[in-house]
C-alpha cells in the first residue's frame, strides 16, 4: 500500500541549514505538502508543493521534489531556535482516494 | 484568528466514561476531519464529513462515534474510552475533498484515568 517515510530526527546548529527528508510511494500524488507541529499544538500547514513542479521557495523554506525518485525535501535556510519542532511530510494520490498519508514525523532538534 | 476551534484544550475522563470533544470553524468548508495522534506518531484519520455525508475509516473503532448537526460544528463522541485511547485528538477542515490543504484546530489532548 501507499507510505510516506521520514527520518524520526535530525539535530542542526543554529544557523545552519536544515534539510529534512522524505520518501514516498504513490506516483500519483497531486500535492505534497510539509506540516509542522510545535510541542503540544496542532498541526500548521507550512508549505506545499504541486507534483508538476521540481522546486518552490517560500522565504527560508525551499522544497525540492524529484518525481523520479519519489523523493521530497525540506530545506530550512538559517535555522533558528523558533524552528524546534516536529515536521510532517504527507502526500495525497489516487492509491490513497485522496486522502492524506502522513510519515511519522521528524523532530528537528536545534543546538545553541 | 482561531479558525478551527477545538474544546476542550485539555480533557480528563474516567475509563468507561464517555466523553464529547468538540470543534467549531469558521471557514465554511464542507470537509472536517477528527484525527487521532498518540505520541511521536503521524495523525490517524478517524473520519470525516463531506457536509453532512458521513464517512469513517476501516479501522476506526465502533467506540468512536461522530456528529455534524451543522456546517459549523463537529463532534466526536468515544462512549467507552479506554487507557488506549489516550491521545491528542485533532479536528481539521477543507473546502472540498480530495487535493486540499487542511487546516488544523490546537487539538483535544484527552486523558483517560
Known amino acids: 500500500g501507499e507510505d510516506v517515510e521520514q527520518s524520526l530526527f535530525l539535530s542542526v546548529r543554529e544557523g545552519d541549514s536544515s534539510v529534512i527528508n522524505c520518501t514516498y510511494t504513490d506516483s500519483s500524488s497531486t500535492y505534497l505538502y510539509w506540516y509542522k507541529q510545535e510541542p503540544g499544538a496542532g498541526l500548521q500547514l507550512l508549505t506545499y508543493i504541486f507534483s508538476n513542479m521540481d522546486m518552490k521557495q517560500d522565504q527560508r523554506l525551499t522544497v525540492l521534489l524529484n518525481k523520479k525518485d519519489k523523493h521530497l525535501s525540506l530545506r530550512i535556510a538559517d535555522t533558528q531556535t523558533g524552528d524546534s519542532a516536529i515536521y510532517f511530510c504527507a502526500e495525497n494520490g489516487m492509491d490513497s482516494n485522496y486522502q492524506l498519508i502522513w510519515g511519522a514525523g521528524t523532530k528537528l532538534i536545534i543546538k545553541p | 484568528d482561531a479558525m478551527v476551534i477545538q474544546n476542550p484544550r485539555y480533557q480528563v475522563t474516567q475509563f468507561g466514561k464517555p466523553v464529547t470533544l468538540s470543534c467549531s470553524q469558521t471557514?465554511?468548508?464542507?470537509?472536517m476531519y477528527w484525527y487521532q495522534q498518540k505520541s511521536s506518531q503521524a495523525p490517524k484519520l478517524l473520519f470525516h464529513?463531506?457536509?453532512?455525508?458521513?464517512?469513517n475509516e476501516a479501522d476506526t473503532p465502533d467506540n468512536f462515534q461522530s456528529r455534524r448537526p451543522n456546517t459549523s460544528f463537529c463532534f466526536l463522541d468515544i462512549r467507552s474510552p479506554g487507557l488506549g485511547d489516550a491521545a491528542m485528538y485533532l479536528c481539521?477542515?477543507?473546502?472540498?475533498?480530495?487535493?486540499?490543504?487542511?487546516?488544523f484546530g490546537s487539538g483535544t489532548q484527552l486523558s483517560v484515568l
Open positions: 471557514l465554511n468548508h464542507n470537509v
Open positions: 481539521a477542515t477543507s473546502r472540498v475533498r480530495g487535493v486540499e490543504k487542511l487546516f
Open positions: 464529513y463531506y457536509d453532512k455525508d458521513f464517512n
